[in-house]
């Protein structure tokens, strides 16, 4: 089975700009998480998404946006980005393991602000 | 709010020592904790699950114990080798459904030295 795939990714963009990574679950998995990670703050829960529906949402502004596809294919949208947004963006696929979820993550998108 | 402490932040120990990595958190009512191991610049590699009911979890060289109620998980590993470098990471998922939200330590940057 493939694992969790994520595109692009490296991404150099200039402040003010917008970005849209992208997540790919492994086959079969319906929950899709998103988390940020930065030297300072460690990862971060950004939010999920289970059967297209958004589930669970963490501390970030509204700049921070996502959605989920029928495919369970999910994306990630940063608006009028800032210089603290630059970090590795982690997408997680999770399924039921008979009491309990496992997430599975990919292997980022390294996101630079310049 | 949960909090979860991992230490020491960095260790460094030579080839075929036995070690042990900590893990703390401030809210016991967990439902599960997940040690993984992170490579530089890569994604995330889910190592054990426990379950909030279990003990421990073995697999290889690696042993995680979990006491809920004190609040601590540690991460044994046994004959360590240069390719157990990385960081390890540990996270703990509150809810017992309805939410995919891990809350993760900074981890530790463990080198082992040939």
């Known amino acids: 089975k493939a694992g969790v795939t994520q595109t692009p990714r490296y991404l150099i963009k200039t402040r003010g700009q917008q970005v849209t990574l992208s997540c790919s679950p492994i086959?079969?998995?319906?929950?899709v998480s998103w988390y940020q990670q930065t030297p300072g703050q460690g990862l971060q829960f950004l939010f999920e998404?289970?059967?297209?529906?958004?589930?669970n949402k963490g501390n970030f502004p509204g700049r921070f946006s996502g959605r989920q596809f029928s495919n369970s294919r999910s994306e990630m949208n940063v608006s009028t980005l800032e210089l603290g947004d630059s970090a590795l963006y982690l997408c997680?696929?999770?399924?039921?393991?008979?009491?309990?979820?496992?997430?599975?993550f990919g292997p980022g998108t390294r996101l630079t602000v310049t | 709010k949960q909090e979860v402490t991992q230490i020491p932040a960095a260790l460094s120990v030579p080839e075929g020592e036995n070690l042990v990595l900590n893990c703390s958190f401030t809210?016991?009512?967990?439902?599960?904790l997940q040690w993984f191991r992170q490579d530089p610049g890569k994604g995330l590699t889910s190592l054990l699950l426990?379950?909030?009911?279990?003990r421990e979890q073995t697999s290889g060289r690696l042993n995680a114990s979990l006491d809920k109620s004190s609040g601590r998980s540690t991460l044994y590993i046994a004959a360590s080798q240069p390719g157990d470098s990385a960081t390890y990471l540990c996270?703990?998922?509150?809810?017992?459904?309805?939410?995919?939200?891990?809350?993760f330590g900074k981890g530790t940057k463990l080198t082992v030295n040939p």
């Open positions: 086959s079969g998995h319906r929950s």
């Open positions: 426990i379950q909030s009911s279990q």
């Open positions: 996270a703990v998922r509150r809810d017992q459904g309805g939410s995919e939200k891990l809350v």
């Open positions: 809210d016991s009512a967990i439902y599960n």
């Open positions: 997680a696929s999770s399924y039921w393991t008979g009491g309990s979820y496992e997430q599975y």
């Open positions: 998404y289970f059967s297209e529906t958004q589930r």
